[in-house]
């Protein structure tokens, strides 16, 4: 199964939108660093705010930067 997800460089910052198998690594095409998935804030139902899921809390906040940089992104492609 393929989806497309958001995914962030940790290394850069650079933000991508790539359609990938689920699970499978996504390289930065800018610095060649293994990119973090995003999980954007309209599809998210696991609340980030209880700490049950920190590794969702975490998420959430990169997510609320990913917003402008992907804004940014589409406005330059
Ligand atoms: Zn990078």
């Not at 590794?55 to 406005?75: F, I, L, M, P």
């Amino acid at each position: 199964m393929r989806v497309l997800d958001d995914y962030k460089c940790p290394e850069c910052g650079t933000v991508a939108e790539r359609f990938v198998a689920v699970g499978s690594p996504v390289e930065c095409e800018v610095c060649g660093s293994a990119m973090d998935r995003l999980v954007s804030a309209p599809k998210f139902h696991l609340e980030p705010f209880s700490g049950d899921f920190p590794s969702a809390t975490r998420n959430w906040e990169r997510g609320q930067y990913a917003k402008v940089a992907k804004a940014e992104a589409k406005a330059e492609s």
